[in-house]
């Protein structure tokens, strides 16, 4: 099948690496940054385009874009891997939603569209029989999306508890281990590249909160907006506090929650035994649902990263191909 | 899709009471257990035949068998649910086979006929266009088999270990937590119900191989039989040396390890770290694989039970309709 990328940061780039190795079987037929691009429906070479990438900060031809990739048509499955934005997933919504239209696949590493509009989505890929994959949105490599509906189809959520933003994990994981302050360790986090230059976003809860809407409208069948979300974030959080927790065998995590039935959607820090699987360290990712029939499973990994969020993206390429490509 | 279930005990009873829940979309047309079976190809009622289970310990018409419900094809798929043989998964072995050459969809709970057999039979269900479906014989509710296969696609796996023995680390848990000696937490375990009145197979390690080699031949694409783990089991563990691994910060847990790489296929009693994911309490499985592209990833849940197990089955179950029964 046909790949074409929309999006060349770090995530595309690190889509392309992989469809370079001819073992998994998919053509880039085009690229698109925020600034170029480029197609070809014989196929283009991803080692090439890579090192232009690099070399000149451009993937294409200047002036060319996403669109021209789009009206071109060359491609069976696109990847939307451009950066989230916070106002509502625009322009990746539309973007997504007429390449649906065209009959095309669609898989996604950005939380903007499918936290803002995934039942509008689901429902045109439903009537155009085409896949639309969103793994890489929450939790990275953690398969979490994909675990849950076919590992544990057929079970009711009653309840979901997640650690689903890295940076703050980090930051809570040092100031416990090293006895930081907030803001040393979220000085380190910035230093080593965990947290950028402007953290409101996930030190506030705001991308934990977006997860969670993504978790709670695809898996648990709810229909909620990041304005449903009660949100606290990290930001206030002391070494006295996680003190206080230290000294009953516990720490505190910035924690996603959805209990469908309590309507209860929130992110707030909380106090955990350190024993509780959800306590994992550094930037890891973990989720936790209780259903009725399975009981509790919990799913840990990485939750960010190009190479993770590639992962995340190529199963879900995969699945469409061993799903609509032809069964085997 | 109508569904027959072959073995009636926990398990088989576990999956007729789901089926009997009408949102799942199922209809049971045949049931057999070790003495009697029954069948009707426009359906049977689950409810009545768990009473009459209950009641007289048959699920159906004695002198009827398996074989019976196999020659009246009333059915789309199989589930295998009688319990392990030890001795090479006969005789489930040659019914999931010839089930798989009549054309009919497979999903199993028994490790026997998968740890023996895997590659024949899914070559025959290739053959056939057929599903063969069998998350439930490793680690019970947690969807390992399918979070890897389906959320993992791509990648490569490394290594992989796991606590995929309940019972063993229920009674390693106790032995560290309230300094039992082995023969105390065997018999609190047999008293609990974890733990069989003949033991040997878990805590000598071999219920864990098994389910090893499932994992090995299933998804890290080797070809190994039980003769080929290296097993030891948990019998030997002492309380000096979990004290002594505790003096440490760790503990002992009975680990399955394969690294592909350095033909490395075994299971052992470990040191770990406590706050290492695999360190899991009571009778909890977790699954742990190192991958090129995710890093690692974790899974945690519940190992066994009827329930669990059932929940396993199900998710087959809605695999195999969702895939063959026509795309949504």
Redesign the interface.
Known sequence: MRVAIIGFGAVGQGVAA?LADPV?GFTLTGVADSRSAIMNGDGLNPEEILAKKKETGLCGIEGKSAADILASGVFDILVEASPTNANGGEPATSLIRSTLRSGRHVVTSNKGPIASAYHELKAIA?EQ?VGLGY?ATVA?????????R??????TIRSLYGILNGTCNYILTRMRDEGLTYQQALQEARDLGYAEADPTYDVKGIDAAIKLVILANTLLGMNVTLSDVDISGIDLVTVEALNLAEDEGSTVRLIGEIIPERKIIRVSPRVLA??H?L???GTLNAIQVC?D??????????GAGA??T???I??D???IRD??GG??
């Open positions: 992989v998994h439903d029989k793994e990275g490599a953690v398969p979490v999306i994909n675990g849950i076919h590992g544990l189809a057929g079970n350190l024993d699987p306590v994992v360290d259903t029939m399975a009981g509790h499973v919990t799913f840990i990994g990485r190479q993770p590639a992962s995340a190529l199963a390429l995969i699945s799903y609509y069964r085997s």
